[in-house]
């Protein structure tokens, strides 16, 4: 994990990934992904798209309350 980054996803509770994942949401949003669907190529993650990701598949990989 690149320190830049912040804490490792890991090592984050529930409630600092749910807020994570929250104002990560725009960088992911804003992604142009047609060029995934038309060209079969992934496009380059900013920072905070990639961020948006790793959060989103740890809280998959988790179990939750909810």
Same mark, same amino acid.
């Given at each position: &994990? #690149?320190? /830049? &980054?912040?804490?490792?996803? *890991?090592?984050? @509770?529930?409630?600092?990934? +749910?807020?994570?994942?929250?104002? @990560? ?5 804003? &992604? !142009?992904? !047609?060029? #995934?669907?038309?060209? $079969? *190529?992934? %496009?380059?993650? !900013?920072? $905070?798209?990639?961020?948006? *990701?790793? #959060?989103?598949?740890?809280?998959? +990989?988790? %179990? /939750?309350? +909810?």
């Amino acid at each position: &994990m #690149v320190a /830049s &980054m912040g804490k490792p996803v *890991q090592r984050m @509770t529930l409630p600092e990934l +749910r807020n994570e994942l929250e104002r @990560t949401r725009p960088a992911w949003e804003a &992604m !142009d992904l !047609d060029g #995934v669907l038309a060209f $079969d *190529q992934l %496009p380059v993650l !900013d920072e $905070d798209a990639h961020r948006h *990701q790793l #959060v989103a598949n740890e809280l998959l +990989r988790r %179990p /939750s309350n +909810r």
